[in-house]
């Protein structure tokens, strides 16, 4: 398998542009999430997906946030409009819990977004 | 808020030391994992521990659970320098809320 799969890689964009970031889960995994991660807020979990439903997003910052899972082998994180303070990384993970078993998360390499 | 904390926040070693990283957490958990992130990468899982073991192994890596002190630690025996990177406490709630810690950047000098 690939592994998790996320585009682009990197992303610089002008204040005020839509940035759409794309993720690519490992094939069979029921869960996907999206991450943050900044040298000051290090790793926030932003929303996570359960069979493309969406079931946590307390962690999306703002309205200028939303995350869709249209199918199993797809997801989109967008920020419209987007703002300097939204510079960070952006991971995506993946992972497959069977009968309420723990469970580990595989992780993309992520999306280095910076918002000039 | 965070439901982890790493420490040190920062550790460097001699290639060969052992290496030893602490996590505490708040609330009741349903496992704890520990991961690594090499710089500019993805994290990695190393290893899970339930909450209701009290020591695993894997390979070099020694991790302990007290869930009375809600404390988790990560030993890296005979640490090499392909072991420098950050790693992270992740806290598995249940409600199945899902939690990371700070970190804990480590150097390994050859």
């Known amino acids: 398998d690939a592994g998790v799969i996320q585009s682009p890689r990197h992303e610089v964009t002008e204040m005020g542009q839509e940035v759409t970031l794309r993720c690519k889960p490992i094939s069979g995994h029921d869960y996907l999430f999206w991450y943050r991660q900044t040298m000051m807020r290090g790793l926030e979990l932003l929303i996570y997906f359960n069979n493309n439903v969406p079931i946590d997003d307390s962690g999306m910052p703002e309205d200028r946030f939303s995350a869709k899972m249209p199918n199993a082998s797809f997801s989109t994180l967008k920020i419209q409009p987007s703002e300097p303070r939204d510079s960070a990384v952006y991971f995506c993970?993946?992972?497959?819990?069977?009968?309420?078993?723990?469970?580990?998360?595989?992780f993309g390499p992520g999306t280095r977004l910076t918002v000039t | 808020s965070q439901q982890g904390e790493e420490d040190p926040q920062a550790l460097s070693i001699q290639e060969g030391e052992n290496a030893t990283m602490n996590c505490s957490y708040k609330t009741s958990i349903n496992n704890l994992q520990w991961y690594r992130q090499n710089s500019g990468r993805g994290l990695v899982h190393l290893i899970l521990i339930r909450s209701n073991e009290r020591e695993k192994h894997s390979g070099r890596l020694r991790v302990t659970l007290d869930t009375s002190k809600k404390s988790s630690s990560l030993l890296i025996t005979a640490s090499r320098a392909a072991d420098t990177a950050s790693y992270f406490c992740?806290?598995?709630?249940?409600?199945?809320?899902?939690?990371f810690g700070t970190g804990t950047s480590l150097t390994v000098i050859p």
């Open positions: 993970a993946s992972s497959l819990r069977s009968g309420g078993l723990p469970y580990e998360q595989y």
């Open positions: 992740a806290t598995d709630k249940p409600g199945n809320q899902f939690y």
